[in-house]
Nanobody
Framework: QVQLAESGGGLVQAGGSLELSCAAS????????MGWYRQAPGKERELVTS???????YYSNSVSGRFTISRDNAKNTVILQMNSLKPEDTAVYYC???????????????????WGLGTQVTVSS
C-alpha cells in the first residue's frame, strides 16, 4: 500500500508564493504519474498539474505560467512551486499518484490511485 504525505501550504497574500511537497512511501512502491488536485468550497475537485516519470507535465489554464511541478523519481517526491498566487487559488490541495508495475525495460501503469489527505492553501486579497 502506498501512502502520500503532503507538506507546505498555509496562508499567503495575493502575489505571494508557496511550495507544496508530497512524498510517496510504501514497500516496493511503483509510482507512475504524480500530480496535484484542488478543491475549493462548493466546487468540484479539479486537476491542477501533473508530471510523468519521464518529466512530461500538464498544467491547467488557470495556473499555467504561475505554478511549476517537479519530481524526484528516486525519492518518489513531487514539488509544486506556486507563484503569483491569487485569491481564487484558495483551496485544499491534494497530492495524487498513479500506481505501476515495473518489468524489464518497461513500465506498466495500473488502476491504483493514491491520494493524500490534503493541505489548505489560503490566499488573501
Amino acid at each position: 500500500q502506498v501512502q502520500l504525505a503532503e507538506s507546505g501550504g498555509g496562508l499567503v497574500q495575493a502575489g505571494g508564493s508557496l511550495e507544496l511537497s508530497c512524498a510517496a512511501s510504501g514497500d516496493n512502491a511503483c509510482i507512475a504519474a504524480m500530480g496535484w488536485y484542488r478543491q475549493a468550497p462548493g466546487k468540484e475537485r479539479e486537476l491542477v498539474t501533473s508530471i510523468t516519470r519521464d518529466g512530461s507535465t500538464y498544467y491547467s489554464n488557470s495556473v499555467s505560467g504561475r505554478f511549476t511541478i517537479s519530481r524526484d523519481n528516486a525519492k518518489n517526491t513531487v514539488i509544486l512551486q506556486m507563484n503569483s498566487l491569487k485569491p481564487e487559488d484558495t483551496a485544499v490541495y491534494y497530492c495524487n499518484a498513479g500506481g505501476c508495475i515495473e518489468r524489464p525495460g518497461m513500465l506498466i501503469t495500473t488502476q491504483d490511485d493514491y491520494w493524500g489527505l490534503g493541505t489548505q492553501v489560503t490566499v488573501s486579497s
